[in-house]
């Protein structure tokens, strides 16, 4: 059975029953020694943000997105195996690979029972989204606001940047009136800026009036990174912006030898960095910059953890 996409008017949404395992193991590097998992309702995101270096895969296409519709089921199923094992996750990471708030009722149900199993077995969800959460959701993680907490990312305020990078991203005014209802309701929210892209939406002024808005919506804590441009990533962009926008972008992530690398210069990010956590003083906010994107400069974790995590006790989370 296929269906067109929700909101996001192009590609083609295949309806599958269950995923071989309903969790991976596909972390932030921060993460891969606890006793965390990864979840994503679809496979393929409907979402195709032009940055993505998870969707350069050929078998993660925008336009052949594939929904889960048994996943609930699945879940509580492999929640309950996990459970006599005694080696249920702590947390589990949401939305790790795709966005499950595309605008599609089917993937919004699959969402909520999703989190309902996950909430009913006691596990902490970290749930990130660029997409809008209808109210049944909210409700959800409403009911259990000690067990989650939901990252909302806006990487810019600008139409620009917007059409540029990201066009069938919801936009940012609809994201920060999730964020208000979302709070109204009691669930811990923050923000994440991410990609930071060199020139396009990192000068003082575009961080400050973003961290600004932010705060008048009642976020305290956000997470910021700059674009990782791998070779995938460049590849996809170059075929999808503008030479001139490419050609812009490049020297940005150029070595000392004219090498292609993957992040921007450590002294300059270092700088950025810096000026971004006085701005968000200003606005007695927590900056915090990934660790995971920033490995030369920071270590640690930028996740709200649900209890301190003991270094790996040695259960397999899954079968062999
Ligand atoms: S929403 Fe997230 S996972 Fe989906 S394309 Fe954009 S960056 Fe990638």
Same mark, same amino acid.
């Given at each position: 059975?296929?269906?067109?996409?929700?909101?996001?008017?192009?590609?083609?949404?295949?309806?599958?029953?269950?995923?071989?395992?309903?969790?991976?193991?596909?972390?932030?590097?921060?993460?891969?020694?606890?006793?965390?998992?990864?979840?994503?309702?679809?496979?393929?995101?409907?979402?195709?943000?032009?940055?993505?270096?998870?969707?350069?895969?050929?078998?993660?296409?925008?336009?052949?997105?594939?929904?889960?519709?048994?996943?609930?089921?699945?879940?509580?199923?492999?929640?309950?195996?996990?459970?006599?094992?005694?080696?249920?996750?702590?947390?589990?990471?949401?939305?790790?690979?795709?966005?499950?708030?595309?605008?599609?009722?089917?993937?919004?149900?699959?969402?909520?029972?999703?989190?309902?199993?996950?909430?009913?077995?006691?596990?902490?969800?970290?749930?990130?989204?660029?997409?809008?959460?209808?109210?049944?959701?909210?409700?959800?993680?409403?009911?259990?606001?000690?067990?989650?907490?939901?990252?909302?990312?806006?990487?810019?305020?600008?139409?620009?940047?917007?059409?540029?990078?990201?066009?069938? $991203? !919801?936009?940012?005014?609809? *994201?920060?009136?999730?964020?208000?209802?979302?709070?109204? =309701? &009691?669930?811990?929210? #923050? @923000?994440?800026?991410?990609?930071?892209?060199?020139?396009?939406?990192?000068?003082?002024?575009?961080?400050?009036?973003?961290?600004?808005?932010?705060?008048?919506?009642?976020?305290?804590?956000?997470?910021?990174?700059?674009?990782?441009?791998?070779?995938? $990533? !460049?590849?996809?962009?170059? *075929?999808?912006?503008?030479?001139?926008?490419?050609?812009? =972008? &490049?020297?940005?992530? #150029? @070595?000392?030898?004219?090498?292609?690398?993957?992040?921007?210069?450590?002294?300059?990010?270092?700088?950025?960095?810096?000026?971004?956590?006085?701005?968000?003083?200003?606005?007695?906010?927590?900056?915090?910059?990934?660790?995971?994107?920033?490995?030369?400069?920071?270590?640690?974790?930028?996740?709200?953890?649900?209890?301190?995590?003991?270094?790996?006790?040695?259960?397999?989370?899954?079968?062999?």
């Amino acid at each position: 059975m296929t269906q067109r996409f929700g909101v996001n008017k192009v590609g083609e949404l295949l309806i599958r029953e269950n995923k071989s395992r309903a969790f991976t193991t596909g972390l932030p590097q921060c993460l891969v020694d606890s006793r965390v998992l990864a979840f994503n309702v679809v496979s393929g995101c409907p979402v195709d943000c032009h940055y993505c270096k998870y969707q350069t895969k050929d078998t993660s296409r925008a336009d052949t997105v594939h929904l889960y519709t048994m996943l609930g089921r699945q879940v509580r199923e492999e929640l309950a195996s996990m459970t006599r094992r005694d080696c249920l996750p702590q947390m589990v990471l949401f939305n790790t690979v795709s966005e499950s708030f595309f605008g599609n009722a089917l993937a919004n149900q699959v969402a909520g029972e999703v989190l309902e199993a996950l909430f009913a077995a006691g596990v902490y969800v970290n749930l990130t989204t660029k997409g809008i959460m209808p109210r049944s959701v909210m409700e959800i993680a409403a009911r259990n606001p000690h067990l989650v907490t939901v990252t909302v990312n806006v990487a810019s305020l600008s139409e620009s940047f917007h059409r540029l990078f990201e066009p069938r $991203v !919801a936009t940012p005014e609809d *994201r920060f009136q999730m964020i208000r209802r979302l709070r109204e =309701l &009691g669930v811990p929210v #923050r @923000g994440r800026i991410e990609p930071l892209v060199p020139t396009e939406n990192d000068s003082p002024k575009d961080i400050e009036s973003l961290l600004a808005r932010f705060r008048e919506v009642g976020i305290r804590d956000v997470v910021v990174a700059y674009l990782h441009y791998g070779l995938d $990533v !460049a590849n996809r962009l170059a *075929r999808r912006v503008s030479r001139v926008q490419t050609a812009l =972008l &490049g020297p940005w992530y #150029r @070595g000392p030898n004219g090498e292609t690398v993957h992040l921007v210069d450590k002294e300059y990010r270092k700088r950025k960095y810096a000026d971004f956590k006085q701005i968000a003083q200003k606005y007695s906010m927590r900056l915090l910059v990934c660790a995971c994107r920033n490995a030369d400069i920071y270590s640690g974790r930028c996740f709200v953890m649900p209890a301190p995590l003991k270094s790996p006790e040695k259960k397999k989370l899954f079968k062999e």
